[in-house]
């Protein structure tokens, strides 16, 4: 069992940053590929991105790249996304997501065993 923890969450302007973290627990965090979705009010839940078990592949969403940046530390158990140039469209409710395979399909979310509570994201115009 895999226990997730997103924070740092939080009401930004338009064009500024925030840095999400999702602490893991439980079984070894490193050998799992993490991932981040995201879901709006009414909407379904999107893939923003997602990094290897090493950290030496990610994917994103084509709305996010070259904004948004996934990054790994396993000794801390601990995957950050870095969001900058932050778009009102980029609010929502972030979730971070594990599983032990590298799936074909990263932008399913059945493709992840394990899911955190979530944390809210909010750009102001």
């Known amino acids: 069992q895999v226990q997730l923890v997103e924070s740092g969450g939080g009401l930004v302007q338009a064009g500024g940053s925030l840095r999400l973290s999702c602490t893991a627990s439980?079984?070894?965090?490193?050998?799992?590929?993490m991932a981040w979705f995201r879901q709006a009010p009414g909407k379904e839940r999107d893939f923003v991105a997602r990094?290897?078990?090493?950290?030496?592949?990610?994917d994103y969403a084509d709305s996010v790249k070259g904004r948004f940046t996934i990054s790994k530390d396993n000794a801390k158990n601990t995957v950050y996304l870095q969001m900058n140039s932050l778009r009102p469209e980029d609010t929502a409710v972030y979730y971070c997501?594990?599983?032990?395979?590298?799936?074909?399909?990263?932008?399913?979310?059945?493709?992840?065993?394990?899911w955190g509570q979530g944390t809210q994201v909010t750009v102001s115009s």
């Open positions: 997501a594990a599983d032990m395979a590298w799936s074909p399909l990263p932008e399913s979310p059945s493709a992840y065993e394990y």
């Open positions: 439980g079984r070894t965090f490193s050998r799992y590929a």
């Open positions: 990094i290897s078990w090493s950290g030496g592949t990610t």
